[in-house]
Nanobody
Framework: QVQLVESGGGLVQAGGSLRLSCAAS????IAWFRQAPGKERDFVAA????????YYADLVKGRFTISRDDAKNTVYLQMNSLKPEDTAVYYC?????????????????WGQGTQVTVSS
C-alpha cells in the first residue's frame, strides 16, 4: 500500500505560478495527472524513484517541472506560466509494478486530488 496526499492547489491568475506537493508513504515512481470537468484524466508529468528521469506531457513541457525531496518523501510539481486550460483537479499516483507511465490504468494508488483554478 502507498498513501499519497496532495496539497498546494488554489486559484491563480493566468501567467501565475503554483507548486503542488505529493507526500508519499514510500519512495517510488510518482506521476501527476489532471482531470478537468467532463474530461478524462490525463497524464501531466512523472519522476523515477531516483529522480534521475522525468517525463512530461507535451502540453506542459517547458512550463511545469517535477522534482522530489527524498528526505521528505515528497514530490513537487512546479507550475509556471499557467493558463486557464490548466484548470483541473490534479492527482498524484503511484504504481505497484511497471506499466506505461502515461496510462492511468498503470497506477494502483491515487491521492485525493487538489483543485487548481486559473482565471483569465
Amino acid at each position: 500500500q502507498v498513501q499519497l496526499v496532495e496539497s498546494g492547489g488554489g486559484l491563480v491568475q493566468a501567467g501565475g505560478s503554483l507548486r503542488l506537493s505529493c507526500a508519499a508513504s514510500t519512495r517510488t515512481f510518482i506521476a501527476w495527472f489532471r482531470q478537468a470537468p467532463g474530461k478524462e484524466r490525463d497524464f501531466v508529468a512523472a519522476i523515477t524513484w531516483s529522480g534521475g528521469n522525468t517525463y512530461y506531457a507535451d502540453l506542459v513541457k517547458g512550463r511545469f517541472t517535477i522534482s522530489r525531496d527524498d528526505a521528505k518523501n515528497t514530490v513537487y510539481l512546479q507550475m509556471n506560466s499557467l493558463k486557464p486550460e490548466d484548470t483541473a483537479v490534479y492527482y498524484c499516483a503511484a504504481r505497484a509494478s511497471g506499466g506505461t507511465y502515461y496510462y492511468t490504468k498503470s497506477y494502483d494508488y491515487w491521492g485525493q486530488g487538489t483543485q487548481v483554478t486559473v482565471s483569465s
